[in-house]
């Protein structure tokens, strides 16, 4: 069961208009995708939570180069399954184990060609998994 959905319905019924600057005013984490996974999008709040600066990761591509972690099934099957359909809205949890603490994450996933070429992974951390000891 997901807690009340995280993104505003004015985000989530308007995707063309999230640019970068609007996706830096969000308190929860934003990356936008081309059809290749190259990051075209990774808001303030992401960079904060991961650890990656913006630079580092615009134009690479997320499953490979930015968050091997996602690689997987579970991840990066539900993008490829996206751009096949041409439409995805779905929600799951996930933890990330990449270049940070393992993180548990709420993640929606928001897709459709006919309102935005991008696809959008918006993130909620729900909880670190292990407390930093150092």
Known sequence: MF????????????PEQITATMADRQG???????????VKIFNAAESRLSGL????????????EVAPCTASRLFRGRFRQGIQDGTMDTHFYYTFTYRIRPISAHIHML????????????????????????
Do not use: C, M, W
Request: glycine share 6%.
């Open 111 to 134: 897709y459709d060609i006919r309102k935005s070429p991008l696809f959008f992974i918006f993130i909620d951390r729900v909880i670190q998994l292990y407390e930093d000891l150092g």
């Open 28 to 38: 929860f984490g934003i990356i936008a995708l081309d059809n290749h996974a190259l």
């Open 53 to 64: 600066s913006v630079s580092e990761v615009l134009g690479r591509n997320f499953f490979t």
């Open 3 to 14: 807690a009340k959905n995280f993104v505003a319905d004015e985000i989530l019924n308007h």
